[in-house]
């Protein structure tokens, strides 16, 4: 079974360019996260999908950063314009929801941005 | 607001010999907890997973962990570590309670050197 698959996996721009990075998430889940991970950290949630609805977007620095997931499947997280202090790695997870809390969120392997 | 802390930054290990990767954690209502390790530019990969049941948790890889309510901790073992298991260790925590948000929360993290 195939993993969560982003790309692009490395990206780097200048400050003020806009920036997209995408996500496919397992086959069958039904929810999916983007997660921001700075060096060393922890990864912090940005946003969380169930099928097309953003449930928690509360993170989300919603005056640069945007995301959607159509038709509840693929999704997009974009930046415009980048700042230097966006310069981390974003993560996607994707997870199939049951008992509430309970699933396990998988995650792929990240595009590390460096902003310029 | 539910909290994770990993107290080590980073623990050293002879190969052969036992590892312990600490967590312990603060929720509401009761917690699900999570352990992940993540390899250079890689994604976090999923190890095991406490929800209710037995406090002694096996997972991948030959490793397991042990949930202690009164303690609120859930620490990371291995009983014979090998060089591979070289990585940072991100435990993480959801609250069980609905007005938690259903979010998981990680700590910052542990890296682990294992010496030959």
């Known amino acids: 079974e195939a993993g969560v698959v982003q790309s692009p996996r490395y990206k780097i721009i200048e400050k003020k360019q806009p920036v997209a990075f995408w996500c496919n998430p397992i086959?069958?889940?039904?929810?999916l996260y983007w997660y921001l991970q700075n060096l060393g950290q922890g990864p912090e949630l940005l946003i969380r999908y169930e099928n097309e609805e953003a449930v928690d977007d509360s993170q989300l620095p919603k005056d640069r950063f945007s995301a959607e997931r159509l038709k509840g499947v693929d999704s997009t997280l974009k930046i415009q314009p980048a700042e230097l202090g966006d310069s981390a790695v974003y993560l996607c997870a994707s997870s199939l929801q049951g008992r509430l809390g309970t699933d396990t969120q998988y995650f792929g392997p990240g595009t590390r941005l460096t902003v310029l | 607001a539910q909290s994770v802390a990993q107290p080590e930054d980073q623990v050293n290990v002879a190969e052969g010999n036992p590892l312990t990767v600490k967590c312990t954690y603060s929720?509401?209502?009761?917690?699900?907890l999570f352990w992940y390790v993540q390899y250079p530019n890689r994604g976090l990969q999923f190890l095991l997973k406490?929800?209710?049941?037995?406090?002694l948790v096996k997972g991948s890889y030959g490793f397991e962990a042990e949930f202690n309510k009164s303690q609120t901790s859930f620490h990371l073992k291995k009983p014979s570590a090998l060089v591979s298991d070289s990585a940072l260790y991100f435990c993480a925590v959801r609250d069980s309670l609905k007005a938690a948000g259903n979010k998981l929360t990680f700590g910052g993290g542990t890296r682990v050197l294992v010496k030959p």
């Open positions: 406490y929800i209710t049941g037995d406090n």
């Open positions: 086959s069958g889940h039904n929810t």
């Open positions: 929720v509401s209502g009761n917690p699900y």
